[in-house]
């Protein structure tokens, strides 16, 4: 556990050399799930996981669940660790928040992000759009009644989730580093359980495509096999793609 004053954050550091590779869960997720990854990409760099306040084995914070806050948080812990950058960042999901968050609030400490099905601030306002009021409120329920279920870190981050949409809606991504986004193009069963419709998955494409715009930086890449949990189901895609961001940092450190 590592004491960042008022409360104590779980990390797990394994690895050796540069540049650190550092985890952002999904809302809900867990430093766990990520071991496997861990475990692989150790064997050529440091990798960090951890557990966002409130969640798995980590305290909860005093502080509101901004994204503004959780990036400090994870910059704190990364100090207290001596942890010196580069970092690449790799976000699923909500974590994408925090990704974006720390990289506008430390751009010189970041060389490459990752971002595996990562939410799209005007995602669920365009879902709300092609929804009646009836879906719409089907939908929410569903939604919150998943927050009710999950630890208080990961509620009061769903609490905050429009709020932070509304922060990173402001944030550019940056031209001068690797970006690598993961989308999933699957529409089956269990998207269905969850109150998806084919249009939702039709407009995260295309909302994380119009992120490309202007950003020859970004590369795309979709899957039609895993759902939104790409980490679970084809580990091997995104290993890949940090790889790849890790060996492009090293070669551009080598020509310095």
């Known amino acids: 556990m590592i004491d960042l004053g008022d409360f104590k954050l779980y990390a797990r550091i394994k690895g ?7 985890f952002e869960n999904a809302l809900g997720g867990t430093a766990n799930f990520i071991e496997p990854i861990q475990e692989k990409l150790s064997e050529f760099t440091k990798v960090v996981i951890y557990d966002r306040a409130g969640g798995g084995k980590s ?8 994204s503004r806050q959780m990036a400090k948080e994870l910059h704190l812990l990364l100090e207290k660790e001596n942890l010196v950058p580069p970092y690449i960042l790799v976000g699923s999901s909500y974590g994408a928040f925090i990704v974006r968050t720390f990289t506008h609030r430390y751009p010189k400490e970041v060389v490459g992000i990752v971002l595996e099905e990562p939410v799209h601030e005007d995602l669920l306002p365009e879902m709300k759009k092609i929804r009646t009021e009836e879906q719409w409120q089907e ?8 927050a009710a279920m999950a630890p208080e870190g990961s509620k009061q981050e769903w609490e905050q989730y429009f709020p ?20 999933s193009t699957r529409f089956g069963e269990q998207e269905q359980q969850m109150s998806y419709l084919q249009e939702d998955i039709n407009k995260k494409l295309e909302l994380h495509k119009q992120w490309m715009i202007g950003k020859p930086n970004i590369e795309h890449i979709t899957t039609e096999k895993s759902g939104h949990n790409i980490l679970q189901c084809e580990p091997e895609l995104v290993i890949d793609a940090i790889t790849n961001i890790i060996n492009k940092a090293r070669e551009k450190e080598r020509a310095k």
């Open 16 to 22: 050796e050399g540069s540049p650190t590779v550092i």
């Open 139 to 146: 939908y929410m329920g569903f939604m919150n009644q998943m």
């Open 59 to 66: 305290e909860m914070s005093p502080h509101p669940r901004t």
């Open 164 to 183: 932070n949409s509304d922060y990173v809606r402001e944030i550019n991504f940056p031209n001068n580093i690797p970006i690598i986004i993961f989308t």
